[in-house]
């Protein structure tokens, strides 16, 4: 089974550029989601991705915005981006329908984006 | 709106003694818990997860924790800790009348610290 995978590792971007994050989901899910970490504190969501479609979004403005593909990967974009967006970036899979439910999300190791 | 407070930024316990990391959460409807790990510099790792049944759930690496209602807690516990548990532990809880959108809500973390 392969696990949730995420690309790039680690990432240096200048305030007022644009970004593109990428997560390949585990094999089998078909439900994406997307959480900001920053320094010190808990993950927070961003957003969720159910066939190809958002499917809820956490306290985060709209120049965080997102794809998800018929192969179920999945990409995060953050445009203008600002100082308080360096964070630790974390993708997380689960499956949402076939079979019993399980309910936990499965997280990748996460982008390091650091805003300068 | 939901909510988790892990009211210790750290934990210290010798090797060998038993360990508990405290969680209270808040939500609307019956809750979905889980706990989560994660070692420096990766992502997060799925320890456990209390959905309905048993208050006591077991989950990998020996842990495991205690669901209750009344005082809306969901502490993690371990029989006898080792140095490699040392890490940083996150409870997490889900509403299950969200809907489709599974949007986990996390703690602030609680750092474990096992010495020798």
């Known amino acids: ?116 | 709106a939901q909510s988790v407070a892990q009211p210790e930024d750290q934990v210290n316990v010798a090797e060998g003694n038993p360990l508990t990391v405290k969680c209270t959460y808040s939500v609307s409807g019956n809750p979905y818990l889980f706990w989560y790990v994660q070692y420096p510099n990766r992502g997060l790792q799925f320890l456990l997860k209390y959905i309905t049944g048993d208050n006591l759930v077991k989950g990998s690496y020996g842990f495991e924790a205690e669901f209750n209602k009344s005082q809306t807690s969901f502490h993690l516990k371990k029989p006898s800790a080792l140095v490699s548990d040392s890490a940083l532990y996150f409870c997490a809880v889900r509403d299950s009348v969200s809907g489709t959108a599974s949007k986990l809500t996390f703690g602030t973390g609680t750092r474990l610290q096992v010495t020798l």
Do not use: M
């Open chain 1, 1 to 116: 089974e392969t696990g949730v995978t995420q690309s790039p590792t680690h990432l240096i971007k200048t305030r007022g550029q644009q970004v593109t994050l990428r997560c390949s989901s585990q094999s089998g899910h078909n439900t994406v989601s997307w959480y900001q970490q920053a320094l010190g504190q808990g993950p927070q969501f961003i957003f969720q991705y159910y066939r190809e479609e958002e499917n809820g979004r956490g306290n985060f403005p709209p120049r965080f915005s997102g794809l998800q593909f018929p192969n179920y990967s999945s990409e995060l974009n953050v445009n203008a981006l600002e100082l308080d967006d360096s964070a630790l970036y974390l993708c997380a899979s689960s499956a949402t329908s076939g079979g019993p439910p399980r309910y936990e999300q499965y997280f990748g190791p996460g982008t390091r984006l650091t805003v300068t």
